[in-house]
């Protein structure tokens, strides 16, 4: 079943608009680069998984890493979602955004023992534990504050996710989790442990996943290992199934809510356990165009044309990092025929492209153009690189925009120089 995705960012006579609002309005304002983002879009995707699972009882995390603008989470929070953090820093947001503790779960491949402290001090929802030993330092944090933590353990359970190595994280290779083997004996092991209260199990295979079998696959090895668990005893009260729902980059249907659902709901029924989703892509990747301004163009005598923009790999690292494909529209278009165009960024490396031979209008220097889907995993792996300032942020909402993160200085840079 082909994916339905709201249309949040489409073309009129005013050039591209975001839910009506001009992007060209924005920019006046508030400069470029800049990243848009539709509320529309955000709450129509987190209701479709919402929906998609109205069949079995779950409780969707929304994966904070995505994106943390507190806008952001703040809208996520007014319509319900829990969270799934990786950070102290990620949990503060989410306690700032209104989300009580018990509502976050706690992940992350490195927690810190200042971090594990924290979250076992103000009593997360559950920490999601990478190891034994990590398990073993929670019961003691925890058995020092006379406090009971709430513990889920993350196993990888050898399944190829199918998509970019460096965002899949289920293979055996992968630093990730504790093997299915080594799963039940960990559990066993410190059952009725001082300080450890098993409610959990936990996976996250990879991200950007665009085939069903992996995600079920996943899901039925989580669900066996939990009732292998309830086998020994161990009740639990949630099967975390992790994130990792793709979205349709090039404009091709991939796998739906629906679908995801109707593949892992059939196999966590058998524990009779609630499920946890932590969707963060599918929640806010098609929400977000990055909006940038043409700065150079310039063409080689073989006939290559490149468009230099104001936005590069710290604005937006995907492309450089992943390879991966976004699709890029000229805010207005111009009439005449189209030609094979790379689109590169500022910085000083051959890496900072966002698109090779990409057929595209006319580009003039000062034409804007917004680089769509880039709602999830864009601001926030923005960096400072070649001294480039973090972008500013506008939230469109039922035909209003807002300034939600304003554009960083430099002397808010330079201020943490001493
Ligand atoms: N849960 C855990 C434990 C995770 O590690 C992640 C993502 C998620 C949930 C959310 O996964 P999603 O639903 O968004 O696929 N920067 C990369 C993606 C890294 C994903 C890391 N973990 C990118 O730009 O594609």
């Known amino acids: 079943m082909p994916t339905f995705v709201y249309q949040s960012f489409t073309h009129t006579d005013t050039g591209l608009v975001c839910d009506g609002v001009s992007l060209e309005s924005i920019v006046e304002r508030v400069d470029t680069p800049v990243y848009v983002y539709s509320a529309r879009a955000i709450r129509d995707a987190y209701g479709a998984i919402d929906d998609a699972f109205a069949a079995h009882p779950h409780r969707i995390h929304y994966a904070l890493k995505a994106n943390s603008t507190l806008a952001i989470v703040r809208l996520l929070r007014s319509i319900g979602s829990a969270f799934d953090a990786n950070s102290g820093g990620e949990i503060a947001v989410a306690l700032c955004a209104g989300c009580t503790p018990a509502d976050i779960v706690f992940t992350g491949v490195g927690k810190t023992r200042a971090e594990l402290e924290r979250a076992i001090a103000i009593g997360v929802g559950a920490i999601n534990a990478e190891s034994g030993g990590e398990l073993d330092r929670i019961a003691a944090l925890a058995a020092a504050q006379g406090r009971e933590a709430r513990v889920a353990l993350r196993v990888n359970p050898d399944i190829d996710a199918g998509s970019h190595p460096n965002i899949s994280t289920g293979l055996k290779i992968n630093k990730f989790g504790v093997s299915l083997e080594d799963a039940r004996t960990i559990y066993r092991e410190r059952r009725g442990r001082a300080g450890?209260?098993?409610?959990?199990?936990?996976?996250?295979?990879?991200?950007?996943?665009?085939?069903?079998?992996?995600?079920?696959?996943?899901?039925?090895?989580?669900?066996?290992?939990?009732?292998?668990?309830?086998?020994?005893?161990?009740?639990?009260?949630?099967?975390?199934?992790?994130?990792?729902?793709?979205?349709?980059?090039?404009?091709?249907?991939?796998?739906?809510?629906?679908?995801?659902?109707?593949?892992?709901?059939?196999?966590?029924?058998?524990?009779?356990?609630?499920?946890?989703?932590?969707?963060?892509?599918?929640?806010?990747?098609?929400?977000?165009?990055?909006?940038?301004?043409?700065?150079?163009?310039?063409?080689?005598?073989?006939?290559?044309?490149?468009?230099?923009?104001?936005?590069?790999?710290?604005?937006?690292?995907?492309?450089?990092?992943?390879?991966?494909?976004?699709?890029?529209?000229?805010?207005?278009?111009?009439?005449?025929?189209?030609?094979?165009?790379?689109?590169?960024?500022?910085?000083?490396?051959?890496?900072?492209?966002?698109?090779?031979?990409?057929?595209?209008?006319?580009?003039?220097?000062?034409?804007?153009?917004?680089?769509?889907?880039?709602?999830?995993?864009?601001?926030?792996?923005?960096?400072?690189?070649?001294?480039?300032?973090?972008?500013?942020?506008?939230?469109?909402?039922?035909?209003?925009?807002?300034?939600?993160?304003?554009?960083?200085?430099?002397?808010?840079?330079?201020?943490?120089?001493?």
């Open 196 to 418: 450890l209260r098993f409610v959990g199990v936990h996976v996250h295979i990879g991200s950007q996943i665009t085939t069903i079998d992996p995600l079920q696959r996943a899901a039925r090895a989580l669900a066996t290992l939990a009732l292998e668990l309830r086998d020994d005893g161990i009740a639990l009260e949630h099967v975390d199934v992790g994130g990792g729902l793709g979205i349709a980059y090039e404009g091709r249907p991939i796998i739906s809510a629906a679908d995801y659902a109707g593949a892992v709901i059939p196999e966590v029924r058998r524990t009779g356990l609630p499920l946890l989703l932590e969707p963060g892509r599918a929640v806010v990747g098609h929400a977000g165009a990055l909006v940038a301004r043409v700065v150079d163009t310039k063409r080689y005598p073989d006939g290559r044309r490149f468009a230099v923009l104001d936005a590069g790999m710290g604005e937006l690292i995907r492309p450089a990092l992943y390879g991966s494909y976004h699709q890029i529209a000229p805010v207005r278009p111009r009439p005449s025929p189209p030609a094979p165009w790379d689109i590169v960024g500022p910085i000083c490396e051959s890496s900072d492209v966002f698109a090779r031979d990409r057929v595209l209008p006319p580009l003039e220097v000062d034409d804007l153009v917004a680089i769509l889907d880039t709602g999830a995993y864009g601001s926030v792996m923005a960096s400072n690189y070649n001294r480039h300032l973090l972008p500013a942020e506008v939230l469109v909402d039922d035909g209003q925009w807002t300034l939600i993160r304003r554009r960083q200085t430099i002397d808010d840079v330079l201020a943490l120089e001493l």
